[in-house]
């Protein structure tokens, strides 16, 4: 991964833009990373991985309700005596 101080990338933003399409790039200020450039195909399979991680968490902690007797007239039924 490339790093470029802030100064540096912005001199050279078309140079860290081309450089992002292969890899991401680390822009630092005062020697300390505050933001990441990369290409879209990459944030795009990273929200993905974020969304499908979340979704088999969902997954797993809906099957372990299920096997405990938690239906949705249980829940439904514990939320009305909160009132």
Not at 43 to 67: D, I, P, S
Not at 68 to 77: F, R, S, W
Request: charged share 30%.
């Amino acid at each position: 991964m490339r790093t470029v101080s802030a100064s540096e990338a912005r001199q050279g933003w078309a140079e860290v833009l081309e450089a992002a399409r292969h890899e991401p790039v680390v822009i630092q200020r005062q020697r300390r990373d505050v933001a990441v450039v990369m290409s879209m195909d990459e944030y795009e399979r990273l929200v993905n991985l974020n969304v499908a991680e979340f979704q088999r968490f969902c997954n797993r902690v809906g099957a372990k309700a299920q096997e405990t007797g938690m239906t949705e007239e249980v829940l439904e039924g514990l939320l009305s005596s909160e009132d």
